[in-house]
């Protein structure tokens, strides 16, 4: 009995170990990976958020080594005009109590931001420079940008984005629309493809918004129906689909998500979907019809 608990428990071992060591051979994906038919990219929501401070450089540090496809974070431009990476709240960037420091990022400098440490762990507060720096060639990005002062963040994103060639492993996203009429003109006049992803609330009931192609609707993972996606494909959009932090997740409901033909799936638990994804593709359904937009 013992021989076999200690063979089982290697085989655990060299699993776990080979099904990481082959995540991070994973191939960096690129803006048109996202509306790539019989695809699942699997994004994880602030890094590896559950086992590391949300939106640190530790965090997406492991999210890349984990094997995820792509990190969702977030944006907000500091008083001195830094761009830095926080969640925050209100339309200031309220500080949560995530850092040992209280306060609005848009109106405190980044001499004082960069001094704030996590409450645990005492990790950084990252600029957006910090983490293309990270990512580069690595693992795409989806950016969301919280600040509504567009005309004043825009040029600095994009300068930043040209600084380092970073246009085809970006995706940009936002409750504020305006960003999608810059990222179309940029786009259009430097011969782009940087997709904009419109931002919904959980139950929203505005009208979604389905006929802009080469873009993404991005919604609560509840409000994804089959008849939405197939509207969205037929429109030449991705299906991009958020988890509150609370939420469970599960093989059931990424099965569910993907049936229903979800691109994007943004991820608490982005190792666990990215095994299922892995296994639906590769094993269990190689006879699924393959999805046609």
Same mark, same amino acid.
């Given at each position: 009995m013992i021989i076999i608990k200690s063979i089982c428990l290697i085989l655990v071992i060299l699993t776990t170990k080979n099904f990481k060591e082959g995540?991070?051979?994973?191939?960096? #994906?690129?803006?048109?990976? +996202?509306?790539?038919?019989?695809?699942?990219?699997?994004?994880?929501?602030?890094? #590896?958020?559950?086992?590391? +401070?949300?939106?640190?450089?530790?965090?997406?540090?492991k999210a890349i080594d984990y094997g995820a496809d792509s990190i969702e974070t977030d944006v907000w431009l500091s008083k001195d005009n830094v761009l830095v990476i926080f969640h925050g709240s209100g339309e200031n960037g309220q500080l949560n109590g995530l850092y040992d420091h209280w306060g609005n990022v848009t109106q405190t400098k980044w001499s004082e931001l960069s001094s704030y440490r996590t409450i645990y762990g005492q990790m950084k507060m990252p600029t957006l420079q910090d983490v293309i720096k990270l990512t580069k060639n690595k693992i795409f990005l989806n950016l969301e940008i919280k600040d509504p002062r567009v005309n004043l963040l825009w040029p600095i994103l994009i300068k930043l984005i040209e600084k380092y060639d970073y246009a085809n492993q970006i995706a940009f996203s936002s409750f504020f629309y305006e960003y999608y009429n810059k990222t179309r003109e940029y786009n259009m006049l430097n011969n782009k493809h940087i997709p904009f992803g419109f931002l919904y609330h959980k139950n929203d009931s505005n009208p979604f918004i389905l006929d802009k192609k080469g873009n993404t609707i991005n919604i609560y993972y509840t409000d994804a129906t089959k008849q939405l996606c197939d509207k969205a494909h037929e429109n030449g959009m991705a299906v991009f689909v958020w988890f509150e932090m609370v939420d469970e997740e599960n093989f059931e409901v990424?099965?569910?998500?993907?049936?229903?033909?979800?691109?994007?799936?943004?991820s608490n638990e982005p190792a666990l979907a990215k095994r299922f994804v892995d296994k639906y593709y590769n094993r269990f359904y190689r006879k699924r019809r393959l999805r046609t937009f």
């Open positions: 995540l991070r051979k994973n191939k960096l #994906i690129t803006t048109k990976d +996202i509306f790539e038919k019989n695809k699942t990219i699997i994004e994880a929501h602030r890094g #590896i958020n559950r086992e590391v +401070i949300e939106n640190t450089l530790e965090s997406f540090s990424y099965k569910d998500l993907i049936d229903k033909g979800v691109n994007i799936i943004c």
